[in-house]
């Protein structure tokens, strides 16, 4: 297996055209996750340098974007052993010139401008293939063995997916520690386990409140489905 290939086992890495990271980022918290690695490049040729480096699993760049032609940079990623299974969205202006260069490059997706935040995100999502997230607040205990006197602290989710939560608290803690919680879901159901903090976020417009990417470690099966069924319906 190659390091390429070895790489995108562990974590999913995505690759933004630096003008297109603010419409993907606006519509969702879906890049702040502790799984996913975000890049940006300012030219084509900057991508495929990244791209080769860092083997990433999706790239989302213009049509026109600066550097070397898309078509020679998709060229290169179609005929790279490596670099076949790297799924790719195109943003263009929809015209046949357009069109028709798109049909050359073969990129798994295409949207065109004024680009639809929402549906770029759901692009991006599908590709990814990651958990969906429903934005979701509510009042959560936190204990920590070691801090807070071993007594569970308050703090509130911002948003929710079966594989982990997005928290926010005026307690600074530490990526890598372990966490227990508890908290309810808006139907009742009990939500209580384990997880680890994957990401640490100090918000600049509160200079002592902290966001916590959380992964699950250990929670009930029941309790998952539970969760993805609650997202689903903010979905539909």
């Given at each position: 297996m190659t390091p390429i290939e070895t790489a995108r086992?562990?974590?999913?890495?995505?690759l933004i055209a630096n003008d297109l990271k603010d419409l993907i980022q606006g519509e969702s918290s879906l890049l702040d996750r502790g799984e996913i690695k975000v890049f940006t490049a300012a030219t084509n040729d900057e991508a495929l340098m990244i791209c080769t480096k860092e083997g990433v699993d999706l790239i989302v760049t213009a049509l026109d974007a600066p550097g070397m032609r898309i078509e020679d940079l998709f060229a290169i990623i179609r005929e790279t052993r490596e670099l076949r299974a790297v799924s790719t969205i195109v943003v263009c202006e929809d015209t046949l010139a357009n069109r028709d260069r798109c049909k050359k490059c073969r990129p798994n997706a295409i949207v065109t401008l004024?680009?639809?935040?929402?549906?770029?995100?759901?692009?991006?999502?599908?590709?990814?293939?990651?958990?969906?997230?429903?934005?979701?607040?509510a009042a959560l205990a936190v204990a920590i063995e070691g801090k807070f006197k071993n007594d569970p602290l308050r703090f509130w989710t911002e948003n929710i997916s079966v594989s982990g939560m997005l928290i926010r608290a005026d307690e600074p803690l530490a990526k890598g520690e372990g966490i227990f919680f508890s908290f309810f879901l808006s139907d009742g159901t009990h939500v209580s386990g384990y997880g680890e903090i994957t990401r640490v976020v100090l918000q600049p417009a509160a200079p002592h409140a902290f966001q916590y990417g959380i992964k699950f470690t250990n929670i009930d099966s029941s309790v998952r489905s539970a969760i993805e069924s609650m997202v689903k319906k903010s979905k539909g």
């Amino acid at each position: 297996m190659t390091p390429i290939e070895t790489a995108r086992m562990t974590m999913k890495k995505v690759l933004i055209a630096n003008d297109l990271k603010d419409l993907i980022q606006g519509e969702s918290s879906l890049l702040d996750r502790g799984e996913i690695k975000v890049f940006t490049a300012a030219t084509n040729d900057e991508a495929l340098m990244i791209c080769t480096k860092e083997g990433v699993d999706l790239i989302v760049t213009a049509l026109d974007a600066p550097g070397m032609r898309i078509e020679d940079l998709f060229a290169i990623i179609r005929e790279t052993r490596e670099l076949r299974a790297v799924s790719t969205i195109v943003v263009c202006e929809d015209t046949l010139a357009n069109r028709d260069r798109c049909k050359k490059c073969r990129p798994n997706a295409i949207v065109t401008l004024p680009v639809d935040p929402l549906l770029l995100f759901l692009k991006v999502h599908q590709f990814l293939n990651v958990a969906p997230r429903k934005r979701y607040r509510a009042a959560l205990a936190v204990a920590i063995e070691g801090k807070f006197k071993n007594d569970p602290l308050r703090f509130w989710t911002e948003n929710i997916s079966v594989s982990g939560m997005l928290i926010r608290a005026d307690e600074p803690l530490a990526k890598g520690e372990g966490i227990f919680f508890s908290f309810f879901l808006s139907d009742g159901t009990h939500v209580s386990g384990y997880g680890e903090i994957t990401r640490v976020v100090l918000q600049p417009a509160a200079p002592h409140a902290f966001q916590y990417g959380i992964k699950f470690t250990n929670i009930d099966s029941s309790v998952r489905s539970a969760i993805e069924s609650m997202v689903k319906k903010s979905k539909g």
